[in-house]
């Protein structure tokens, strides 16, 4: 079902309600059909649900979500959310850190962001 929910998320995207269509979803896992995502759409105020309809039914971002998937699959990402926090080398695109899946305790956060913020801080006094 992820697949089909993210490929709503891009159809929301269109018309900038992309994050919020994705708060919806997490919070109650819609049905994966048009009409029950088209009134999802219609709750968080994208305004053309023919447009969304379409994008969805059409599969208007279907390769670029399985590319997605794809590449996630290949770093080791296997679930949603999955959150990775670290340092990310902006020269070779690589991000050198740590990766959080599921339900994990505000603490571990914390503990992480603060572990990176630290070393961002040391790396960019050098």
């Not at 959310?81 to 305790?105: C, K, N, R, Y």
């Amino acid at each position: 079902e992820a697949r089909g929910l993210a490929e709503a998320s891009e159809c929301a995207r269109d018309q900038g309600k992309f994050w919020a269509m994705q708060s919806l979803i997490y919070q109650k896992e819609p049905q994966l059909d048009v009409e029950s995502l088209a009134g999802v759409a219609k709750r968080i105020g994208v305004e053309n649900i023919d447009k969304f309809r379409s994008c969805f039914k059409n599969g208007k971002y279907t390769k670029k979500v399985l590319k997605d998937m794809k590449d996630g699959s290949r770093i080791g990402i296997q679930g949603t959310p999955t959150f990775i926090i670290g340092l990310q080398d902006h020269e070779s695109a690589t991000v050198t850190g740590e990766m959080f899946s599921g339900a994990v305790p505000e603490e571990k956060f914390v503990q992480a962001l603060e572990k990176y913020i630290l070393l961002s801080k040391a790396a960019s006094s050098r």
